[in-house]
């Protein structure tokens, strides 16, 4: 079991800059690949990003790459997400997850655990 908390949500005018945290507690954390994903209004879950369980590898969904980081910090049991160059676009509910699997998924399907979400609007 792990339980995730984001935070860093906000509002921010387009091509302004946020940083999302998401900490872990529970289950050692380097048990976990990580994901970042979002919700626009009125839009199915997306995937944003993930990381392997030691930081290794990331993935990135193509419309953030280039714009978007993520990285984490086995010893804190956090993983971050920061978030350059904004776009109206991205405006969403972004939530972290954590997957028991050896393999990063990139589907929400393969993520068991959840955060809350946090906010996360950009201004034109």
């Known amino acids: 079991q792990v339980q995730l908390v984001e935070s860093g949500g906000g509002l921010v005018q387009a091509g302004g800059s946020l940083r999302l945290s998401c900490a872990a507690s529970?289950?050692?954390?380097?048990?976990?690949?990580m994901g970042w994903f979002r919700q626009p209004p009125g839009k199915e879950r997306q995937f944003v990003a993930a990381?392997?369980?030691?930081?290794?590898?990331?993935y990135y969904t193509d419309s953030v790459k280039g714009r978007f980081t993520i990285s984490r910090d086995n010893a804190k049991s956090t993983v971050n997400l920061q978030m350059s160059s904004l776009k109206p676009e991205d405006t969403a509910v972004y939530y972290c997850?954590?997957?028991?699997?050896?393999?990063?998924?990139?589907?929400?399907?393969?993520?068991?655990?959840w955060g809350q979400g946090t906010q996360v609007t950009v201004s034109s």
């Open positions: 529970g289950r050692t954390f380097s048990s976990f690949a």
């Open positions: 990381i392997s369980r030691y930081g290794i590898s990331t």
């Open positions: 997850a954590a997957a028991v699997a050896r393999q990063t998924p990139i589907s929400a399907a393969g993520y068991g655990y």
